[in-house]
């Protein structure tokens, strides 16, 4: 069983720049999430999908992110413009249904913002 | 509000000997508790998880917690630490205020040394 997909690995962008991340979820999962991890923090849920809708986004930077899941299956979340705060590892994970407590994460997409 | 402490950023541990990772938690509604590990250059991996029954909980890799109610711990343990097991390890609670959020601690570093 393929794990989730992540790409780019890495990202280096300037402060006021755009980026995209994307995430390709296990085959099958209807739950997907996306987290940004900071150095020496745990992960925080910025999104969260039940196949295309959004279930949660309280904590989502909307002046700045965005997030799709079209077709219920590979989702991008996007950073425009960036500030230098946003460096972090954005992890996206995935579980088999809404209260799964079990996720698969991919491993994650390294940000750097100058 | 739903939260977990890790008082430890680090533990180290001499191979061979029994390890104990730390956490407590705070909870409005049942405590719905979990363990994950992250690797070098990896994904977060979930280890275990406590739902409900009986204080003792068996995870992956030899590693398992006990859920005491009186402390509010759910410490991670394993009776024989081997080099392979140094990560970076998370605890996490179910947030009850949005469905199947997960809040993380902030991590431990498990160091085994030979």
């Known amino acids: 069983e393929a794990g989730v997909a992540q790409s780019p690995r890495y990202k280096i962008i300037e402060k006021r720049q755009s980026v995209a991340f994307w995430c390709n979820p296990i085959?099958?999962?209807?739950?997907l999430y996306w987290y940004q991890q900071i150095l020496g923090q745990g992960p925080k849920l910025l999104i969260q999908?039940?196949?295309?809708?959004?279930?949660?986004d309280s904590q989502l930077p909307k002046d700045r992110f965005s997030a799709e899941r079209l077709k219920g299956v590979d989702s991008t979340l996007k950073i425009q413009p960036a500030k230098l705060e946003d460096s972090a590892v954005y992890l996206c994970?995935?579980?088999?249904?809404?209260?799964?407590?079990?996720?698969?994460f991919g491993p994650g997409t390294r940000l750097t913002v100058t | 509000a739903q939260s977990v402490a890790q008082p430890e950023d680090q533990v180290n541990v001499a191979e061979g000997n029994p390890l104990t990772v730390k956490c407590t938690y705070s909870?409005?509604?049942?405590?719905?508790l979990f363990w994950y590990v992250q690797y070098p250059n990896r994904g977060l991996q979930f280890l275990l998880k406590?739902?409900?029954?009986?204080?003792l909980v068996k995870g992956s890799y030899g590693f398992e917690a006990e859920f005491n109610k009186s402390q509010t711990s759910f410490h991670l343990k394993k009776p024989s630490a081997l080099v392979s097991d140094s990560a970076l390890y998370f605890c996490?609670?179910?947030?009850?205020?949005?469905?199947?959020?997960?809040?993380f601690g902030s991590g431990t570093r498990l160091s085994i040394r030979p």
């Open positions: 994970a995935s579980s088999l249904q809404r209260d799964a407590y079990e996720q698969y």
């Open positions: 085959s099958g999962h209807a739950t």
């Open positions: 999908f039940q196949n295309n809708g959004v279930v949660d």
């Open positions: 909870v409005s509604g049942n405590p719905y």
């Open positions: 406590y739902i409900t029954g009986d204080n």
């Open positions: 996490a609670v179910r947030d009850w205020s949005s469905a199947s959020k997960i809040i």
